[in-house]
Every structure is written in structure tokens, then in C-alpha cells.
Nanobody, 121 residues
Framework: QVQLVESGGGLVQTGGSLRLSCAAS????????IGWFRQAPGKEREFVAG????????LYEDSVKGRFIISTEGSKNTVYLQMNGLKPEDTAVYYC??????????????WGQGTQVTVSS
């Protein structure tokens, strides 16, 4: 089992920044793929950004490219999402996710509880 705990959400004005953190524990060695998804009210959950603990490489949803940065700190089993230039359409509950397979192959096996990000106009 893998446990994921997010933190760092909150309320920010348009153009502002937030950094989300996700601390992973348990059998993280079996879930090399780590990343972030989000779900806005009335919408389906969507992929935001992904990476791996050891192989590097990053992938972003088109609307966040150039604004969001995903990174990991392996010594702390923590993944971050630095969000800059926030827009009202970024408002959503953000979920940390971990999986043994790439996110585009199948949905993640493990999810955090989510953290709310609200961007005011």
C-alpha cells in the first residue's frame, strides 16, 4: 500500500502562485509514476502533471505548460507542484496520484485526499 498526503492548497488571486506538496509513504518503490490530477466542480478529474521518482522526465497537460512545474525530492518521498500565473480556470481540488504504470496506460492505483485550490478573479 502507498499513502499520499497533500498540502499547500488555498485561496490566491489571479496571477498568483501556490506550491502543492505530496508526501508519499509505504511501498513507494512499486509506484514509480507520481503526479497530479485535478477536478473542478461539475467536471471530470483530469491529468495535470506527471513524473517519476527515479527516471526523471516530466509531462504536462497543455493548459498548464509554462506555468506549472512538477518536481520530486526523493530523500523525503515528496512530490511538488509549483503553480505560477494562476487563473480562475485552475480552481479545482488537486489530487496527488501514484501508480506502477504510466498514467496514460491506466488510471493511478493510489490517490491522496485532495487539496482545494481557489483562484479569485
Amino acid at each position: 500500500q502507498v499513502q499520499l498526503v497533500e498540502s499547500g492548497g488555498g485561496l490566491v488571486q489571479t496571477g498568483g502562485s501556490l506550491r502543492l506538496s505530496c508526501a508519499a509513504s509505504g511501498r513507494t518503490s512499486v509506484t514509480p509514476y507520481i503526479g497530479w490530477f485535478r477536478q473542478a466542480p461539475g467536471k471530470e478529474r483530469e491529468f495535470v502533471a506527471g513524473t517519476t521518482w527515479t527516471w526523471g522526465g516530466t509531462l504536462y497537460e497543455d493548459s498548464v505548460k509554462g506555468r506549472f512545474i512538477i518536481s520530486t525530492e526523493g530523500s523525503k518521498n515528496t512530490v511538488y507542484l509549483q503553480m505560477n500565473g494562476l487563473k480562475p480556470e485552475d480552481t479545482a481540488v488537486y489530487y496527488c496520484a501514484a501508480s506502477p504504470t504510466a498514467f496514460d496506460l491506466k488510471p493511478p492505483n493510489y490517490w491522496g485526499q485532495g487539496t482545494q485550490v481557489t483562484v479569485s478573479s
